[in-house]
C-alpha cells in the first residue's frame, strides 16, 4: 500500500507534523489520491473523512486564504467571504504553489511556505480519524480532527454551501 521512502514534498510535511508533536505518519500510496473520492477509496474509507485542502484568495487583499472542509461537502463562497471579511475567489495553481509550496491536490494543512489563515469545516469534527493530504497527489495521513484547530491556527466554522 505504501512506499517505505518518502518524497521530499511529503517529507517536509512528516517534518512539519513532527515539529508539531503529532503523532501522525505520512504514507505514499500507489493510488491518486487528489481528490476526495480517489483518496476514500485508495485508504479505504469514506468520503466525508478526507480533509479537502482548498485554497481561496481574497480579491482585495490578495491574501490566501485556505478551507479544511470534509470530503463531501461542497463550500459556500458566500459564507467564506463573511468570515474573511472581503470578497474570495478559488486561487488558480500557480498562486497556490507559491503560498503554500504544494500543487492542487496535495496541499496538506501544514507545513506551508508562509502562515496561512485557516477555517475549518465543523463537520470534520464529527468523526474520531480522518485523512489530509501529505504534499503530493499521493500522500496522506491520518489524524484525529480534533487537532485540526491546533495543528493550523484556524477557526472551526460552519461553511458547508
Known sequence: MANSELSSSASKVQAAL???GLPCQVVELSDSTRTSQEAAQAIGTTVPQIVKTL??????????????????????????????GE??????????????????????????TQPLRTWIDEDLLQYT????????????FQLDPHDLPRMTGGTVAAIKA
Open 18 to 20: 513532527d515539529a508539531l
Open 55 to 84: 485554497v481561496f484568495q481574497g480579491k482585495h487583499s490578495g491574501e490566501a486564504l485556505l478551507v479544511l472542509a470534509s470530503g463531501i461537502n461542497r463550500v459556500s463562497e458566500e459564507r467564506l467571504t463573511d468570515l474573511a
Open 129 to 140: 480519524e480522518v485523512w489530509a493530504a501529505a504534499g503530493t497527489p499521493h500522500a496522506v
Open 87 to 112: 470578497p474570495i475567489e478559488k486561487a488558480k495553481a500557480d498562486f497556490v504553489r507559491e503560498k503554500t509550496g504544494y500543487v492542487i491536490g496535495g496541499v496538506p494543512p501544514v507545513g506551508h
